[in-house]
């Protein structure tokens, strides 16, 4: 894997395609999160796992990637029926089929469990990041996870760079990092929000 490459002055956030703080959410209509644009900031999400630079983070960014294919697919397949992630999932399963639906349940424990880890991290500013990473671990993907997922997501969670090095390769400037950091991750814990409880609701169900 690669990290992304930071223009001078910049930030990890100038690199990706779309950020969450981006993502079209519509408050007039059940919170509507634009499909495309949802997905797009998922998969930029993904290459955040990059600027931790250890090959066993590699099956952490291919299972969000893996997920957002999945639900790709379904957008593909049937566009006017997917323009928000929730009608997509509505629609999917009165087609009698949940692939997406069920790539959707993972890609938000996943997304979820690098929210709740970043967010730690922001509030306790002396703790180390594979603490912070293994707290969120142990509150979102561990009760889904059988032996052997585990067991690679620990040795991920022991292989984080120290909370210094993690932020300098977000951007040279700490105060623009913090400041497009909450803003971005904010934006993600209010779209992982509304996604955990629509998939509550009946009709998100298969």
Same mark, same amino acid.
């Given at each position: 894997?690669?990290?992304?490459?930071?223009?001078?002055?910049?930030?990890?956030?100038?690199?990706?395609?779309?950020?969450?703080?981006?993502?079209?959410?519509?408050?007039?209509?059940?919170?509507?999160?634009?499909?495309?644009?949802?997905?797009?900031?998922?998969?930029?999400?993904?290459?955040?796992?990059?600027?931790?630079?250890?090959?066993?983070?590699?099956?952490?960014?291919?299972?969000?990637?893996?997920?957002?294919?999945?639900?790709?697919?379904?957008?593909?397949?049937?566009?006017?029926?997917? !323009?928000?992630?929730?009608?997509?999932?509505?629609?999917?399963?009165?087609?009698? !089929?949940?692939?997406?639906?069920?790539?959707? @349940? /993972?890609?938000?424990?996943? @997304?979820?469990?690098?929210?709740?880890?970043?967010?730690?991290?922001?509030?306790?500013?002396?703790?180390?990041?594979? *603490?912070?990473?293994?707290?969120?671990?142990? *509150?979102?993907?561990?009760?889904?996870?059988?032996?052997?997922?585990?067991?690679?997501?620990?040795?991920?969670?022991?292989? *984080?760079?120290?909370?210094?090095?993690?932020?300098?390769?977000?951007?040279?400037? !700490?105060?623009?990092?913090?400041?497009?950091?909450?803003? /971005?991750?904010?934006? @993600?814990?209010? !779209?992982?929000?509304? @996604?955990?409880?629509?998939?509550?609701?009946?009709?998100?169900? /298969?």
């Amino acid at each position: 894997m690669s990290a992304p490459q930071i223009p001078p002055g910049g930030t990890f956030f100038d690199t990706i395609k779309e950020s969450f703080a981006d993502v079209p959410v519509d408050a007039a209509n059940d919170d509507a999160i634009s499909t495309e644009q949802f997905l797009e900031a998922a998969d930029a999400l993904a290459t955040l796992f990059d600027l931790l630079a250890s090959v066993v983070f590699v099956p952490v960014k291919q299972d969000i990637q893996g997920n957002v294919k999945k639900l790709r697919d379904r957008f593909l397949a049937a566009p006017t029926d997917s !323009q928000s992630i929730q009608a997509l999932v509505v629609n999917e399963i009165k087609s009698k !089929q949940h692939t997406a639906t069920e790539g959707l @349940l /993972w890609l938000v424990r996943g @997304l979820d469990f690098t929210a709740q880890a970043l967010r730690l991290n922001l509030s306790n500013p002396s703790e180390e990041l594979a *603490t912070s990473f293994k707290n969120a671990y142990a *509150t979102t993907l561990k009760p889904h996870h059988n032996f052997i997922v585990k067991a690679i997501f620990n040795t991920a969670m022991s292989a *984080t760079p120290t909370r210094a090095d993690f932020y300098k390769k977000l951007g040279d400037d !700490q105060t623009k990092v913090d400041t497009e950091l909450r803003k /971005w991750l904010s934006a @993600l814990e209010r !779209q992982v929000a509304i @996604l955990k409880a629509f998939q509550q609701r009946k009709e998100a169900k /298969w």
